[in-house]
């Protein structure tokens, strides 16, 4: 059972380059989540989704887009990017209700430069 | 918006000892949960332990237990027999308990570096 896969683990980008990352489950979970993590900041919420077809702007959503056309995929896009996007990037799923705790995928390194 | 606050960036704890990480937040609401997750060099989100806010009873999962204090909004994390691979860094996060379709989106507090020394 693979639980949350992201893809790739790691990227080096150019600044104005594009890519998706992809977030893939296997547990038929409704809700999908993109973090992104800093030093000193903790995990902040990109954006999330309740359902297919479904996406929402979490916290920090500027430079980046999202999609969920299937419900177990959620991607994860920047169309430009840019070297304040260097991070790393977790996507997480869960279920819709009760205390259902987030599940995590391996996380994903980006650099932009 | 809720804000979750880990004022210790660094902490320190012998093998076999025991530490108490703290972590405290700020809401309106009466109906939420907290948790702790560790996230060990591999970058893994592992979660070790929750806390529903209208239990009073603290929670607790073998060596690791929570000291959850609703009215002061503190909910610190005590790891007992401390061992060389609970190194790692341990984040705080609340979740509203309200279903509004707005999701399980969890807020996290900046994290608390715990190293465990020989």
Redesign the interface.
């Known amino acids: 059972n693979a639980g949350v896969t992201q893809t790739p683990k790691f990227r080096v980008l150019k600044t104005g380059q594009s890519m998706t990352l992809l977030c893939a489950q296997d547990m038929n979970h409704e ?1 999908m ?1 993109w ?1 992104r993590q800093d030093p ?6 990109i954006h ?3 359902g297919e077809g479904t996406t ?1 702007k ?1 916290e920090v959503p500027d430079g980046y887009n999202v999609s969920r056309l299937k419900k177990q995929n959620f991607l994860l896009g920047l169309e430009s990017a840019a070297p304040s996007q260097t991070s ?1 990037y ?1 996507c ?1 799923s ?4 009760g ?4 599940t ?1 995928g ?2 994903s390194r980006l650099t932009v430069l | 918006a809720q804000t ?1 606050t ?1 004022s210790q ?1 660094e902490m320190s704890v012998q093998e076999a000892e025991t530490v108490t990480l703290s972590c405290t937040y700020d809401t309106s609401e009466s109906d939420y ?1 907290l ?1 702790w997750y560790k996230q060990p060099p ?4 592992i ?1 070790v332990i ?1 806390q ?1 806010a209208y239990k009073q009873q603290n929670a607790t999962e073998n060596r690791f237990s929570v000291n959850f204090q609703k009215a002061a909004k503190s909910f610190s994390l005590k790891i007992s027999d401390s061992q060389l691979g609970d190194a790692a860094m341990y ?1 705080c996060a609340y ?1 509203s ?1 309200e ?1 509004t ?11 608390t570096q715990l190293k465990v020394e020989l």
Do not use: C, D, H, I
Request: net charge positive; proline share 2%; glycine share 18%.
């Open positions: 809700y989540y973090y000193g900041m903790g995990l902040r919420l999330y989704s309740v929402a979490g790393v977790f997480a869960s279920w819709r209700t205390a259902n705790v987030l995590f391996a996380g | 979750v880990q960036p949960y948790f591999s970058r893994q989100m979660l929750r529903e984040f979740r308990g279903v379709g707005g999701g399980n989106k969890l807020t996290f507090g900046t994290g």
